[in-house]
């Protein structure tokens, strides 16, 4: 499903969150506080945007390894490096989130964006996000919500169930992957739930921040 769309993945993420899905990942690097000699890596990467902030940013990381499932989204995300000339610092591997083709300890921060709720096992990719981070390494999970305000909620129910798959749809000419974000989304651990995942999985001082009325929260922690 994620192959069939990667081209147009980008645009249609900037046009369904009417652009500030960018803003959401710029948050999730100030959280990292990076201060210029880091070693990241962005889980679920897709075509990179998140791994692309991770070493532009000012500090930026020193290098960023993305590692995602689907081969045509990093054929996307290379492009992109390419043309920023930032494929010698940011390297794209294809993996799988529930085993980490990366050494033990070798991470100084892990980020993931809208990426653990399509993980099967959300679990165990927390376990091993633990296992490859640093002791005292930052993890930043960016992941959507379902908002608590009743009239906040109610749109957006209707917005995420109706609006956005019709229009994913028409845009990616894929018949179900925009109807799959919002099942995807019911489907996932509620923050409080999410939290406790990534405290069973070593991670001390976990945060969870609502942003953009709560349908989307920043979940941070460190490595314990």
């Known amino acids: 499903m994620f192959d069939a769309i990667a081209d147009r993945y980008d645009f249609l993420n900037h046009v369904l969150s009417a652009g500030?899905?960018?803003?959401?990942?710029?948050?999730?690097?100030?959280?990292?506080s990076l201060s210029g000699g880091e070693r990241v890596?962005?889980?679920?990467?897709?075509?990179?945007?998140?791994?692309?902030?991770?070493?532009?940013?000012?500090?930026?990381?020193a290098r960023v390894v993305g590692v995602d499932f689907a081969d045509a989204m990093l054929r996307v995300g290379r492009a992109k490096l390419l043309r920023r000339r930032l494929d010698d610092t940011v390297t794209l591997v294809r993996g799988d989130a529930t085993r980490i083709p990366?050494?033990?300890?070798?991470?100084?921060?892990?980020?993931?964006?809208?990426?653990?709720?399509?993980v099967e096992r959300p679990a165990t990719a927390c376990a091993e996000m633990s296992r490859v981070l640093r002791p005292g390494g930052s993890l930043a999970v960016l992941e959507f919500a379902i908002p608590t305000t009743p009239v906040v909620r109610a749109v957006y129910l209707a917005y995420f169930r109706h609006v956005l798959p019709l229009i994913g749809?028409?845009?990616?000419?894929?018949?179900?992957?925009y109807a799959y974000l919002p099942a995807s989304v019911d489907a996932f651990a509620s923050?409080?739930?999410?939290?406790k995942v990534l405290r069973q999985s070593g991670f001390t001082l976990v945060t969870a921040v609502p942003l953009t009325f709560g349908i989307v929260f920043l979940y941070t922690a460190r490595r314990g």
């Open 20 to 32: 500030i899905d960018r803003w959401w990942r710029r948050r999730v690097i100030q959280a990292l």
């Open 102 to 118: 990366v050494a033990d300890g070798s991470i100084d921060a892990v980020t993931i964006a809208f990426g653990i709720r399509n």
């Open 169 to 177: 749809k028409l845009i990616s000419r894929h018949r179900s992957a």
């Open 191 to 195: 923050p409080d739930e999410f939290v």
């Open 41 to 61: 890596l962005d889980l679920c990467t897709g075509t990179a945007d998140l791994a692309i902030a991770a070493r532009t940013a000012a500090p930026g990381a």
